[in-house]
């Protein structure tokens, strides 16, 4: 599908149609990028999934449309002026594994438009509603997480001013958290931070100074103090703040147990005087003892003997991997897969192909495909999440379609065309190897594939 950008039309249209068959609007942007559908709406505008055409892998990524709510001349100024900074800041950000890249920013047809990384995963908002209140470790993973991200910003130096659970996303394929939303950050020159500017912020997440038009990085912490204890207790900011006594009555409200340690830090990031607050995020690492540990330098892996019960050889596979081409080594790995098992006539496994597979074999393409994607992709890999969700050799709709969510073969509740799938080491993990063509791919996908039920129950493995 492709969806029309004009905001008064919207028409979805086909995804080899370059023009809307409804309103005649151009479908690519700068002919690169095809939206598919809106991922939202807010103040500013929509967001739409989209995909750089331009790739030959066609990767997805977001495209964020200027149309802003506000009305007035002063205000729509300063949401146009809010809108292009969330491009400027992201670019002088540079990037970071944690921060959602900037590909692009320009303007077609009198609108403004922002296109960055799409980031699969929920934002922890969602997971509050999903999962409840957060225990203290899962509070203590976000902070160990998401303190380094704000180091880095603060480097450069920005102060985010807009941190809360909506803009703090966990991503599926590792479990980090990615910060996002930097249309409000702002430059923290000596110079900019002497001028009392415009108020930004969300209501009950920002600081007394920043309300004030006065933010300073502190300010980002104490954002970052509020968002857990919401999080802990699942409660709204103002019903956790006493205005009569002018302080936080978080622990009012809380059903888990937290320790002392924790819990003094998160007091001192809810300090009303910016001065009585921890002045970096690397003071409030220090303070819950996470500082980084020096990464020990990653063993070298033996060399992978390439046994065959069949006689076939695996050097062209493996060299293959060795040199990152992942969609030529997904094809030889079908193409040796079927030698082993007699099938090369015919193009296809049955299901009594891959409970007969012999173990020496399957081991070998495993193991290479393990060790050069560095424990991204291989069949073990997709057994382990493929049975952590339930799976077994018998079909079931509701775990097949989750497989597919884990590994990158659904977005947003639909399964992927084949040509929509990615064939690179940034592909979320287990998305590798995948030994069928087009032609059988819609049968995989629909669960009629026995075979591949039989491969990740394979207690060789």
Known sequence: MSQCLNPDCLQPNSKTTNFCQKCGSKLL????????KILGQGGFGRTFLAVDEHKPSQPYCVIK???PQAQGTNNQQKAE??????????????KHQQIPELFAYFIQDHRQYLVQEYIVGENLAQELAQSGAFSETKIVNLLGDLLPVLVFIHQKPLIHRDIKPENIIRRKSDNKFVLVDF????????????VTGTVIGSAGYVAPEQALGKPTFASDLYSLGVTCIHLLTNKEPFDLFDVSEGDWVWRDYLTVKINNTLGQVLDKLLQQGTKKRFQTAQEVLEALQLTAKP??????????ELKSAKGVDYHQLEQLLKDGNWKEANEETAKKMLEVAGRTKEGWLRTEDIDNFPCEDLRTIDELWVKYSNGRFGFSVQKRIYQSLGGTQSYNQKVWKAFGDQVGWRVGGSWLEYEDLKFNQTSKEGHLPLTVGRLRWRFLRGGFLGGWRSLLSRPDL
Do not use: C, N
């Not at 942007?29 to 598919?36: F, Q």
């Not at 002026?81 to 540079?94: C, N, R, V």
């Open 29 to 36: 942007l700068t002919d690169r990028y095809r939206a598919l």
């Open 65 to 67: 449309q200027f149309l």
């Open 81 to 94: 002026e809010l809108f292009k900074q969330e491009a400027i800041q992201l670019e002088q950000l540079g």
């Open 183 to 194: 249309g409000a950050a702002k430059a923290a020159t000596r110079t900019a931070l002497a």
């Open 295 to 304: 990464i020990s330098p990653p063993t070298p892996q033996p060399d992978i």
